[in-house]
């Protein structure tokens, strides 16, 4: 078992940046790989970014590519996204996820095995 706690949203306006973190408890974390989702209402939940254990396999969704980064600091038992350039499209709730097949950075949202609560990011125009 692992739990999931998101810290970092917020109001930001269009271009600015924020860093969203996400603090793992439980089993080993570096035990997983790592991926960062979004929900808008009405919409469903899509990938942003995944990471496998070791931070050696990033991916990341085409629409975020260039603005986003995801890291990781496995002393920390942290995930990270930093995002950059923010735009309104980019306003949702950011969830973190761990998924047990640490070898591999998914971006298939069933692939991962448990979820953080989330925290609202919102991108005034």
């Known amino acids: 078992q692992v739990q999931l706690v998101e810290s970092g949203g917020g109001l930001v306006q269009a271009g600015g940046s924020l860093r969203l973190s996400c603090a793992a408890s439980g089993r080993t974390f570096r035990m997983y790989a790592v991926g960062w989702f979004r929900q808008a209402p009405g919409k469903e939940r899509e990938v942003v970014a995944a990471?496998?254990?070791?931070?050696?396999?990033?991916t990341y969704a085409d629409s975020v590519k260039g603005r986003f980064t995801i890291s990781r600091d496995n002393a920390k038992n942290t995930v990270y996204l930093q995002m950059n350039s923010l735009k309104p499209e980019d306003t949702a709730v950011y969830l973190c996820?761990?998924?047990?097949?640490?070898?591999?950075?998914?971006?298939?949202?069933?692939?991962?095995?448990?979820w953080g609560q989330g925290t609202q990011v919102t991108v005034s125009s």
């Open positions: 990471m496998n254990w070791s931070g050696g396999s990033t």
């Open positions: 996820a761990a998924d047990s097949n640490k070898y591999i950075a998914t971006m298939e949202k069933n692939d991962y095995d448990y």
